[in-house]
């Protein structure tokens, strides 16, 4: 596959998106934006609902793959993770397979499989083939994502790598983001080398840094190329003095996705 050019960045106005826009054009790329609401300062980003298929199809026109971050980052009602998540996913991919689209990078999550156990120390590192096991209707979403792509992977041929991504913020907040944080710098490398990889076909990956505390197996994404350059653990002394050390007797310390595994079943649509 040829170095890919011009982007499709779907969610552009997100956290996760808003950081991409910043550093991903270093690498070479050309960003068209795509989100439900206006971006401050982009007046050429394209406006439009994931439920708008002809309107996604005009965006994926022409482009040479899609970094997939729209949707709803949180848990939410069922029917507005249908909604967005599960069947504007959809709508993506068919987008793609109409337009001739050759790769997608879709933005997974570690709440795809968030009733995993947190590993004890000495226990190996989560593997990328470990059950799904999702922690709300958000990581379900997650689940039918990976497994949506695996099926145009196989079915139509378009690659897919997808990045079950921890938590990408200019700086871990909690103790447990020191295992699964991703700096800025470390998301953009991933997704360029999720973006230029050769023979992908569908695969899954974490995306972290190289985190002194890590629990998962970065072996997929370094497959890619990926070599993360940066590690949680310069915060980790303010943060243990703020919150202590985990606690794996406590469910949301005990399983990967943490809050989400104990959070209410009632949710605001958001």
């Known amino acids: 596959m040829p170095a890919p050019r ?4 779907t969610g552009a106005a997100g956290i996760v998106g808003t950081l991409m826009r910043g550093l991903l054009p270093s690498y070479g790329y050309e960003l068209r934006l795509l989100d439900a609401v206006p971006i401050e300062d982009e007046p050429e ?8 298929r002809e309107a996604l199809r005009e965006a994926v026109r022409g482009v040479d793959a899609v970094i997939h971050l729209a949707g709803i980052s949180l848990e939410a009602s069922f029917e507005a993770i249908l909604s967005a998540n599960i069947q504007g996913t959809y709508h993506l991919y068919e987008a793609v397979r109409e337009e001739g689209v050759g790769r997608v990078v879709f933005a997974s999550s570690n709440h795809a499989v968030g009733y995993t156990r947190w590993p004890a120390p000495g226990d ?3 593997p990328v083939d470990v ?3 999702p922690d709300t209707f958000y990581g379900l979403s997650k689940c039918f994502g990976e497994d949506l792509a695996q099926l145009y992977w196989d079915k139509h041929g378009i690659e897919t790598v997808s990045v079950r991504i921890g938590s990408c913020f200019p700086e871990p907040t909690s103790v447990r983001m020191l295992s699964i944080w991703m700096s800025p ?18 695969s899954i990956v974490y995306g972290s840094s190289a985190n002194t505390r890590q629990v998962w197996d970065l072996t997929s994404a370094r497959a890619l190329g990926y070599e993360p350059q940066d590690d949680s653990e310069v915060f980790a002394a303010k943060l243990i003095a ?3 050390e985990l606690d794996p007797s406590k469910p949301d310390q005990a399983h990967l996705g943490g809050a989400f595994v104990t959070s209410p079943p009632r949710w605001e649509n958001r």
């Open 242 to 244: 703020e919150h202590g």
């Open 6 to 9: 011009t982007i499709l960045l």
């Open 185 to 202: 710098a470390d998301g953009a490398r991933l997704f360029h080398a999720a973006l230029t990889a050769p023979d992908v076909g569908h």
């Open 45 to 52: 980003a394209i406006v439009a609902d994931l439920a708008d």
């Open 124 to 126: 190996p590192p989560v």
């Open 131 to 133: 059950p799904h096991r």
